[in-house]
C-alpha cells in the first residue's frame, strides 16, 4: 500500500500546501504516487513490468531503436533495460537483431503478439487517462499535456548537458 492509498480526500483538500503548491519536485512525487495506485487498478490483471508500457510505445514509434537509446530516453538504466528486455523477448513481445554494421548495436522492435500487447494497453492506457484527466476539457488537456512536454523536452537537454564531455574534459585528456 502506498503512502497516499486511502487517504481520505477531504483531509487532503484541507491541508494547506503553502509554498509546495509551486514545488515541482514535490507535486510530481505525490503526482506519481496517485498514479501509481491508478496503474495497479488498470494495468495490475495484465502482469506489466515497470517500464514495460513506456518500453513497448517506444518501440512501437521508434522501430529500430537501440536499447541504449531507449535506456537513456526512459532514464532507466542499461542493465535495468537489457534485463526488461530479455523478459519482454521471452514472452515473445520483443525481437532484438544486430545491425550488421556495428554487432554491438541491438535494434529492438516487436512481435506481431507484442504490437497486439500493446494495443490492448492502449485501449486500457486511454480508459486511465480519461479518468484521471476527468476535470480539465479538452482544451485544457491539451494545454497540459503540450506544458508537460515541453517541460519534459527542457529537462532532458539540461540533462544532456550535464553528461555532455566538456570541451575543457576534452582538452585535459588530450
Not at 492509498?5 to 503526482?31: K, M, Q, W, Y
Request: charged fraction near 25%.
Amino acid at each position: 500500500m502506498t503512502e497516499h492509498e486511502g487517504a481520505d480526500p477531504s483531509c487532503v483538500d484541507s491541508i494547506n500546501l503553502g509554498h509546495l503548491r509551486e514545488n515541482l519536485p514535490f507535486l510530481s512525487r505525490t503526482i506519481r504516487a496517485f498514479i501509481r495506485a491508478e496503474n495497479a487498478e488498470h494495468f495490475g490483471d495484465m502482469n506489466t513490468e515497470h517500464g514495460e508500457i513506456a518500453t513497448l510505445s517506444l518501440i512501437r514509434e521508434n522501430e529500430g531503436i537501440s536499447q541504449n537509446d531507449l535506456a537513456q530516453y526512459i532514464v532507466l538504466k542499461k542493465s535495468a533495460v537489457a534485463s526488461l528486455i530479455k523478459t519482454l523477448e521471452k514472452r515473445g513481445l520483443v525481437q532484438r537483431r544486430k545491425v550488421l554494421s556495428d554487432r554491438r548495436y541491438n535494434a529492438l522492435s516487436l512481435t506481431p503478439a507484442g504490437l497486439a500487447w500493446h494495443d490492448q494497453l492502449m485501449q486500457r492506457m486511454d480508459a486511465q487517462h480519461k479518468a484521471m484527466l476527468g476535470p480539465f476539457s479538452a482544451d485544457d488537456r491539451a494545454a497540459l499535456l503540450d506544458l508537460l512536454n515541453r517541460l519534459h523536452l527542457h529537462l532532458a537537454a539540461r540533462s544532456s548537458q550535464r553528461t555532455a564531455p566538456s570541451p575543457q574534459r576534452m582538452t585535459q585528456k588530450d
